[in-house]
């Protein structure tokens, strides 16, 4: 029987008349994924970078999103061709590049995603998830259609090129990291430090006028709504492990824990 995949990310972003707000979900645990697509939120960050996430673990993330209209997005560990082939296996139809810091570096994240001969994707969807096992017709003619690709800009490197990195053809988005792009200003932990949040707007400036979505990592509200002013499209939030914490010890400070000292957002 013939089916029909979600649209992407790049086609939500495309037809939204707002900018589009999502979580990481950092666990591992479909459970806790399932219970962060039912809130209503955009978009969900699947993380393969910093999170305990293998192949087994984000399929089983991926299924139990499915039943909701919130899109995954799977930020795979490195821009390695074969970690990306055997995500988008998996159906990952969304996937994020840490670290992209040239044009040359984007050229070749979206090689990987795409098939021969405007890439060098493998061929194996007949035994993947992706095509649903061959029950999505013209899934290998149309696969550009079911992918979209993000890359990463954190670094100072990434910032000079982001124009250059936006305008590669099949890039459908840029998203910044504050925190490693404050690392590699020498401001490590500082990533709402005015010059890093110059640095972030520069980016925002030279994807925009390339004609690309921009997106940002901004968990305090008043950065995020800050953000939002300066052009960005979509944007990450909160996040489920930054949640369990923050709520688990405003139980203790509420009911007789030790006293919390603060802990600074991500």
């Known amino acids: 029987m013939p089916l029909r995949l979600s649209p992407t990310l790049r086609h939500a972003l495309a037809g939204a008349d707002r900018p589009l707000a999502g979580m990481w979900v950092c666990t591992g645990s479909p459970l806790v994924a399932e219970i962060c697509a039912g809130a209503g939120l955009d978009w969900l960050l699947v993380d393969m970078e910093h999170g305990p996430n293998g192949l087994e673990s984000v399929l089983a993330q991926l299924q139990a999103v499915a039943a909701s209209p919130t ?52 061929v194996g969807s007949a035994l993947a998830r992706s095509g649903r096992w061959n029950r999505v017709d013209g899934y290998l003619a149309d696969g550009d259609e079911h992918v979209a690709l993000f890359v990463q800009v954190e670094n100072v490197e990434g910032v000079e090129a982001a124009g250059e990195i936006a305008a590669v053809d099949g890039v459908d988005g840029v998203f910044v990291g504050p925190s490693d792009l404050a690392a590699s200003m020498g401001l490590l932990g500082q990533q709402t430090h005015p010059d890093v949040t110059a640095a972030v707007l520069r980016v925002f400036d030279a994807v925009r006028a390339a004609g690309t979505p921009v997106g940002v990592n901004a968990f305090d509200p008043a950065v995020a709504d800050a953000y939002l002013a ?32 603060g802990r600074a957002g991500y």
């Open 71 to 122: 899109l995954p997005v799977v930020r795979v560990p490195s821009g390695d061709p074969v970690v990306l082939k055997q995500v988008l296996d998996l159906g990952a139809q969304n996937v994020l590049v840490p670290m992209v810091s040239s044009a040359n570096q984007a050229r070749a994240a979206v090689e990987a995603v795409r098939y021969p001969p405007r890439g060098r994707r493998g």
């Open 230 to 261: 300066a052009g960005a499209s979509f944007l990450l939030v909160g996040a489920d492990v930054a949640l369990l914490a923050r709520g688990s010890e405003a139980l203790a400070a509420r009911y007789g824990g030790p006293p919390d000292p």
